[in-house]
């Protein structure tokens, strides 16, 4: 069965880094689209990032532009956020999903890892 495992949360300081992984098991992981995203108690879910079947092609939220890096490794089916220059807006609950074109949707997700950026 599908399954998404993230991982790599946890307590930073702000301006502080972290690198979040999600490992991939249960599909053909290079063909599907995968997607990262967060959630705070007051904003609910919001949309941090994006990267396509080969990782040539990724997309950010203007709020993580320029400090959030995502990238793929299709033979360990693991999916990446790098966080850098973090600031206390970025404490959040952080999920991978995978986008299927079937329903133009997220169809699976994880269980999410803890961020919390504080001094």
């Known amino acids: 069965q599908v399954q998404l495992v993230e991982s790599g949360g946890g307590l930073v300081q702000p301006g502080g880094s972290l690198r979040l992984s999600c490992a991939a098991s249960g599909f053909t992981f290079s063909m599907f689209w995968m997607y990262w995203v967060r959630q705070t108690p007051g904003k609910g879910l919001e949309w941090v990032s994006t990267i396509d079947f080969w990782g040539s092609s990724t997309y950010y939220a203007d709020s993580v532009k320029g400090r959030f890096t995502i990238s793929r490794d299709n033979v360990k089916n693991t999916v990446y956020l790098q966080l850098n220059d973090l600031k206390s807006e970025d404490t959040a609950v952080y999920y991978c999903?995978?986008?299927?074109?079937?329903?133009?949707?997220?169809?699976?997700w994880g269980g999410g890892t803890p961020v919390t950026v504080s001094s």
């Open positions: 999903a995978r986008f299927t074109m079937a329903n133009y949707g997220l169809d699976y």
